[in-house]
């Protein structure tokens, strides 16, 4: 099976920088992205990691470490209109399918305060 | 670029009736579509997903069915609606590099 850890809430003030730290335990791996969803709204994808590092989109940066089976979402210059909640998910084969599924993290709630 | 439509944006239905939701995908051929189900709050739970024409794979057991009779359309359903579907249901599709797509969704509301 497949399952993912995040925080279930993270307070952060304007203009500071927040980590959103997601570890993953899967059946097969085939990479980790993260999506944000504001209240009432569709997840947007965000980045996706399939090799160990750092990628780079604007304010935002995503990392992986494969070996640890973990990975976060860095959120730079905090704008009030961050506060959404961001998931992580991955994209793992399904058995005998030869589909990628992708599967969820529960989320993580950021709230940007002034 | 692949676009996601999905409709009604919002639906109020009876307990007992039937359900019908229905999203197309454009901008790419033999996608890989998905429902998820999303209860207030929480995370996101997937039901079905196919891989083409035909292809069924249920994630859960539940009082919904999947159906996909052409490439780019993916349809969930009911027959008889229960208080526990209502939810945000939200159709997706994955590309190679799990870079999803959504639906804008739809907010089901059962009575």
């Known amino acids: 099976g497949q399952s993912l850890e995040q925080p279930s809430e993270v307070t952060a003030v304007e203009g500071a920088i927040v980590q959103i730290n997601c570890t993953y335990q899967t059946s097969g791996f085939y990479g980790l992205s993260w999506y944000q969803q504001h209240d009432g709204g569709a997840p947007t994808f965000l980045s996706y990691?399939?090799?160990?590092g750092l990628e780079e989109t604007g304010r935002f940066s995503s990392f992986l470490s494969r070996s640890d089976s973990y990975g976060y979402l860095l959120l730079q210059e905090l704008q009030m209109k961050d506060s959404a909640s961001y998931f992580c998910a991955v994209r793992d084969p399904a058995s005998g399918a030869g589909s990628y599924q992708l599967t969820f993290g529960k989320g993580t709630k950021l709230s940007v305060i002034p | 670029s692949q676009t996601i439509h999905q409709w009604p944006a919002t639906l109020v239905q009876p307990v007992g009736s039937p359900l019908s939701l229905e999203c197309t995908v454009e901008g790419t051929s033999n996608p890989n579509l998905y429902w998820y189900r999303q209860a207030a709050g929480r995370g996101l739970q997937l039901l079905f997903y196919?891989?083409?024409?035909?292809?069924i794979s249920s994630e859960v057991p539940q009082n919904l069915s999947a159906s996909r009779p052409q490439d780019r359309q993916f349809i969930l359903s009911s027959k008889k609606l229960l208080l526990s579907d209502s939810g945000f249901y939200l159709c997706a599709w994955s590309g190679l590099r799990g870079t999803g797509t959504f639906g804008s969704g739809t907010r089901l509301t059962v009575v």
């Open positions: 196919s891989v083409g024409i035909g292809q």
């Open positions: 990691n399939g090799l160990d």
